[in-house]
T-cell receptor
Framework: GEDVEQSLFLSVREGDSSVINCTYTDSSSTYLYWYKQEPGAGLQLLTYIFSNMDMKQDQRLTVLLNKKDKHLSLRIADTQTGDSAIYFCAENPSGGYQKVTFGIGTKLQVIP | DTAVSQTPKYLVTQMGNDKSIKCEQN?????MYWYKQDSKKFLKIMFSYNNKELIINETVPNRFSPKSPDKAHLNLHINSLELGDSAVYFC????????????????FGAGTRLSVL
């Protein structure tokens, strides 16, 4: 079955790095995603990683995937107040338009 | 231009009423979704349509009926509204086929906040 777990809350100081962690259960997951939700808005894709990759970097964002432990993390370097939002980890077991399972979301609070 | 647009943004209604939420996407995507986000921010898929055909139907009360008149629209009709239906409902779309479709990257609307009194 699919289950995606995340911690609920993370607080960091502006300029520090943030690391948001996620664990998932479906070992056949093809794609894993990080979505960002700002207050009053819908989710927006931040980045994704294909299951045959260990790491993906995109400007201030670094995604690490440990398939053995089914652990995904998102590191945000030089965190800014505009990064304050809820971050959702999600998995897609088979790719294509099949069901994507979302975690409960981690609320990131950036303290100026 | 808004890629995925939902109307209305806010909906306040009495228990027992019937209401509809509309969704339109102008991205040319084949697949559309409805999600429910509860007060704890938990996001759960309800339905998915691909080219007007229902492909995902989670355990949702049959008071909820999706309708897709064409692949750019997916509306959600709710009969006999209950207090527990209060939530934010998100519409999303994704391309199918290769490229972005294989990755199932979803584009979300801004949400409809439904409050049942």
């Amino acid at each position: 079955g699919e289950d995606v777990e995340q911690s609920l809350f993370l607080s960091v100081r502006e300029g520090d790095s943030s690391v948001i962690n996620c664990t998932y259960t479906d070992s056949s997951s093809t794609y894993l995603y990080w979505y960002k939700q700002e207050p009053g808005a819908g989710l927006q894709l931040l980045t994704y990683i294909f299951s045959n990759m260990d790491m993906k970097q995109d400007q201030r964002l670094t995604v690490l995937l440990n398939k053995k432990d089914k652990h995904l993390s998102l590191r945000i370097a030089d965190t800014q107040t505009g990064d304050s939002a809820i971050y959702f980890c999600a998995e897609n077991p088979s790719g294509g338009y099949q069901k994507v399972t979302f975690g409960i979301g981690t609320k990131l609070q950036v303290i100026p | 231009d808004t890629a995925v647009s939902q109307t209305p943004k806010y909906l306040v209604t009495q228990m027992g009423n019937d209401k509809s939420i509309k969704c339109e996407q102008n991205l040319g995507h084949d697949t559309m979704y409805w999600y429910k986000q509860d007060s704890k921010k938990f996001l759960k898929i309800m339905f998915s349509y691909n080219n007007k055909e229902l492909i995902i139907n989670e355990t949702v009360p049959n008071r909820f009926s999706p309708k897709s008149p064409d692949k750019a629209h997916l509306n959600l009709h709710i009969n006999s509204l209950e207090l527990g239906d209060s939530a934010v409902y998100f519409c999303a779309s994704s391309p199918s086929g290769g490229g972005e479709g294989a990755k199932n990257i979803q584009y979300f609307g801004a949400g409809t906040r439904l409050s049942v009194l």
